[in-house]
């Protein structure tokens, strides 16, 4: 899976010359020089696995009940990932399954399911920029509308 993470930041500056006439009709020639800051994405970066603290997670049964906006659900934090690789484990126990809602409206383009979990919940992933999916074969279990209001275009269940 292909992300953007980073930003690059480029400076490019510009010189335009400018005619200014003195009271004393002699001709001066001013540079001026301005310095314009352009943004621009890399071409290239990998989905990571979000730190444990993107989760509220229940470690009694080993279900990702939500997935935060910033990390620890604290505005001014890290930016939690939009291209996910869900964890295995998380806080050392293993992820099996991901509940109703938990990643609803998470502006998510695209996620990698591990193979540690069973079930996902209703409207699990409702409502993000998803176009594709790999859902690993150890998933018995799809609530309604687990996916919906997506971009999906692809769709693989199993092997």
Known sequence: ??????????ISTISHRALVLASSSLLIIATLTTTALFLQRPETSYAATPPDSCFDFDAGDG?????????DNVWGNPICPRDVDIPSTIGGV????????????????SVAIPNTV???????????DLTSVIIPNSVTSIGRSAFEDNQL???VIGN
């Open 1 to 10: 899976m292909r992300i953007t993470r980073s930003v690059v930041f480029h």
């Open 63 to 71: 279900t990702i009940l939500t997935y935060y906006i910033y990390e």
């Open 94 to 109: 293993t992820v099996t399954g991901i509940g109703d809602w938990a990643f609803y409206a998470s502006d998510l383009t």
């Open 118 to 128: 069973i079930e996902i919940g209703e409207y699990a992933f409702d409502s993000n």
């Open 153 to 155: 275009t692809t769709v």
